[in-house]
């Protein structure tokens, strides 16, 4: 099974042995045989493990087998624990759904982390066979038809050569030792109902199915393949993001034709729903401010455009800078603060938005930062009467999710900077200015 092995990630240009690949591992005998597989063949990797919480001690004895893998191959090991059924819950959607989600965002997030160049999972051919059939009992697009990709982006399924029963019976050979999931045998999973109920009835008719299955799911990723080409071609040219939000111009995807299935396929990385993505072209012609959740992300129907943020943007209160600070943290961008120096006759006041240039006799440590609420005012620059924040942000046309992700710097309990956006006009920079401050937000 090793020749096979490596043939497959060679024929598939999976990944090289010079690069390092995070292993999926859940103690199951898939994972396991995976584990051996990349041992023998002197790949460098790590073990990551999820503890789903879903069957109390034996999830956590399902770690502590994989814990002792690691041991095993010298390798390092990585876990984490989702509280899945309480995501499942609050999102409306499956465990096995909500476990999906979990566990590849925290891959990626540790596949960084890690230095790794890829994400291996040890789905197989049966798990192909499966997933199509799954689809297409629940309804699916062309993604669905396809079933497993060998090679997706970072993620790499080195195993789709093999059937169940070559797994087995290289365990057997091997004498290799793996965890059995009693969730497994269970019908009330709907993969489960597919692989102890139906599939057995349809191998009636065709004894070679996985294999069957696989030669058209093969043809069927060649096919998806020239449509993702074009996506990505629409995606760069309608699409961009910012460190806060990702935007998309809607109107561009009334031009198009089958605007529903490519705007599905332009918000697919964000867990949108087919039906939810219907929902979102008929609000096209609606009045801003419509707003869709997914599990993941929030999209609200801008004036122009669609803005998706993420749902775990960095929650922030406030923070108190003292003087002589000189970077900190405003949700996921940096604020820098600069030297006060003194003005110059040639100096000249920059106006990007992102740099505020103060006069620093009239600023006052220490500042405050935080987000803004209900009821603030400030006096923007060019304009000598107040104006309540919450008017200036309809004016700027700032998206009702990032409005949320506003922050202020305030002196002595006065505004002077909106930040990113808008400096106070009673602390501008005038003839009479000896000393400047200059504050930078990246």
Same mark, same amino acid.
């Given at each position: 099974?090793?020749?096979?092995?490596?043939?497959?990630?060679?024929?598939?240009?999976?990944?090289?042995?010079?690069?390092?690949?995070?292993?999926?591992?859940?103690?199951?005998?898939?994972?396991?045989v995976m584990c051996d597989l990349f041992s023998k063949a002197k790949f460098d990797f790590v073990i990551a493990h999820c503890n789903f919480g879903l069957r109390g001690e034996e999830s956590n004895e399902d770690e502590m087998f994989v814990k002792k893998l690691s041991i095993k191959y010298k390798v390092p090991f990585v876990t984490t624990t989702f509280q899945t059924a309480d995501f499942a819950e609050n999102e409306k959607i499956s465990t096995q759904m909500a476990a999906r989600i979990l566990r590849y965002e925290w891959f990626e997030k540790t596949?960084?982390?890690?230095?790794?160049?890829?994400?291996?999972?040890?789905?197989?051919?049966?798990?192909?066979?499966?997933?199509?059939?799954?689809n297409l009992t629940k309804g699916t697009g062309i993604a669905g038809l396809h079933g497993i990709k060998a090679k997706n982006?970072?993620?790499? &399924?080195?195993?789709?050569?093999?059937?169940?029963?070559m797994i087995f019976d290289y365990v057997v050979e091997n004498q290799i030792i793996w965890r059995e999931d009693s969730s497994n045998e269970s019908n009330k999973y709907q993969r489960n109902l597919i692989r102890n109920e139906v599939v057995p009835l349809l191998k009636q008719i065709n004894p070679n199915l996985?294999?069957?299955?696989?030669?058209?799911?093969?043809r069927i990723a060649a096919v998806e393949d020239i449509f993702e080409q074009?996506?990505?071609?629409?995606?760069k040219q309608i699409t961009w993001s910012d460190s806060q939000a990702v935007f998309v111009n809607y109107k561009a995807i009334q031009t198009i034709s089958q605007p529903v299935i490519k705007l599905s396929e332009l918000l697919k990385p964000y867990h949108f729903t087919y039906q939810q993505c219907q929902d979102i072209f008929e609000a096209f012609d609606k009045e801003a401010g419509k707003t869709f959740l997914s599990p993941t992300h929030t999209l609200v129907k801008d004036r122009t455009e669609l803005v998706i943020t993420a749902k775990n943007l960095e929650s922030f $209160?406030?923070?108190?800078i003292e003087a002589g600070s000189r970077q900190l943290a405003v949700g996921n961008r940096q604020l820098t603060i600069g030297e006060v120096f003194e003005k110059?006759?040639?100096?000249?006041v920059p106006t990007a938005k992102k740099v505020a240039c103060l006069d620093a006799n009239k600023v006052r440590f220490p500042l405050q930062l935080r987000k803004w609420k209900e009821g603030d005012w400030f006096c923007p620059l060019g304009m000598n009467k107040k104006k309540l924040i919450s008017d200036f942000l309809i004016d700027q046309k700032?998206?009702?999710?990032?409005?949320?992700? $506003?922050?202020?710097?305030?002196?002595?309990?006065?505004?002077?900077?909106?930040?990113?956006? &808008?400096?106070?006009? &009673?602390?501008?920079?005038?003839?009479?200015?000896? &000393?400047?401050?200059?504050l930078e937000i990246e």
């Amino acid at each position: 099974m090793l020749n096979e092995f490596l043939t497959f990630i060679n024929k598939h240009h999976l990944v090289q042995p010079t690069q390092k690949v995070l292993l999926a591992v859940s103690g199951g005998m898939d994972s396991v045989v995976m584990c051996d597989l990349f041992s023998k063949a002197k790949f460098d990797f790590v073990i990551a493990h999820c503890n789903f919480g879903l069957r109390g001690e034996e999830s956590n004895e399902d770690e502590m087998f994989v814990k002792k893998l690691s041991i095993k191959y010298k390798v390092p090991f990585v876990t984490t624990t989702f509280q899945t059924a309480d995501f499942a819950e609050n999102e409306k959607i499956s465990t096995q759904m909500a476990a999906r989600i979990l566990r590849y965002e925290w891959f990626e997030k540790t596949r960084k982390e890690q230095s790794c160049e890829f994400i291996a999972t040890a789905h197989h051919q049966n798990d192909v066979l499966e997933t199509v059939l799954l689809n297409l009992t629940k309804g699916t697009g062309i993604a669905g038809l396809h079933g497993i990709k060998a090679k997706n982006g970072r993620i790499i &399924r080195p195993l789709l050569f093999a059937e169940k029963d070559m797994i087995f019976d290289y365990v057997v050979e091997n004498q290799i030792i793996w965890r059995e999931d009693s969730s497994n045998e269970s019908n009330k999973y709907q993969r489960n109902l597919i692989r102890n109920e139906v599939v057995p009835l349809l191998k009636q008719i065709n004894p070679n199915l996985e294999h069957t299955i696989q030669q058209t799911v093969e043809r069927i990723a060649a096919v998806e393949d020239i449509f993702e080409q074009e996506i990505e071609m629409l995606r760069k040219q309608i699409t961009w993001s910012d460190s806060q939000a990702v935007f998309v111009n809607y109107k561009a995807i009334q031009t198009i034709s089958q605007p529903v299935i490519k705007l599905s396929e332009l918000l697919k990385p964000y867990h949108f729903t087919y039906q939810q993505c219907q929902d979102i072209f008929e609000a096209f012609d609606k009045e801003a401010g419509k707003t869709f959740l997914s599990p993941t992300h929030t999209l609200v129907k801008d004036r122009t455009e669609l803005v998706i943020t993420a749902k775990n943007l960095e929650s922030f $209160v406030s923070q108190v800078i003292e003087a002589g600070s000189r970077q900190l943290a405003v949700g996921n961008r940096q604020l820098t603060i600069g030297e006060v120096f003194e003005k110059t006759e040639d100096f000249v006041v920059p106006t990007a938005k992102k740099v505020a240039c103060l006069d620093a006799n009239k600023v006052r440590f220490p500042l405050q930062l935080r987000k803004w609420k209900e009821g603030d005012w400030f006096c923007p620059l060019g304009m000598n009467k107040k104006k309540l924040i919450s008017d200036f942000l309809i004016d700027q046309k700032v998206p009702l999710n990032l409005k949320k992700e $506003v922050y202020l710097l305030t002196s002595n309990g006065s505004i002077v900077w909106v930040i990113g956006m &808008r400096i106070d006009d &009673r602390f501008k920079v005038t003839d009479k200015t000896e &000393r400047t401050i200059l504050l930078e937000i990246e």
